[in-house]
């Protein structure tokens, strides 16, 4: 079977990436959500889990197409996140949610700045 071909140019994916990441960025900037709320409020979960999602997806759209974000971005890692949690396997790590979350998403929205200002993507 052939690959499917893509929805959108990669750079439209690098954009969709960086909005979702900052989204979540944003709502743990102004404490919407925090860890706490993320150890015991079913829709803090729900939403952190899904901005997660919306993110690895648009990994995974870059993969398949081959796009290189340079070292500081493993999209096979957020990918693969993804992955896990969509399928949930073995049911949803808290751990790695909770270090995606706090520590990886806001450098990814810092190294998707800089990429979409060198690039002139935005």
């Known amino acids: 079977m052939a690959a499917r071909p893509p929805k959108e140019r990669p750079e439209v994916y690098v954009l969709r990436m960086f909005e ?34 919306l993110v690895g997806e648009q990994a995974w759209e870059l993969r398949r197409l081959d796009y290189d974000l340079g070292p500081d971005i493993d999209l096979a890692e957020i990918a693969g996140m993804r992955h896990r949690m969509v399928r949930h396997y073995e049911g949803i790590d808290w751990g790695v949610v909770y270090e995606a979350t706090f520590e990886d998403v806001p450098a990814l929205v810092r190294s998707l700045e800089r990429i979409l200002g060198e690039r002139h993507l935005n």
């Open 20 to 53: 979702h990441a900052n989204e979540l960025a944003s709502l743990v900037e102004t404490g919407k959500i925090t860890p706490e709320k993320l150890g015991t409020d079913p829709l803090v979960q729900l939403a952190t889990v899904k901005a997660l999602e």
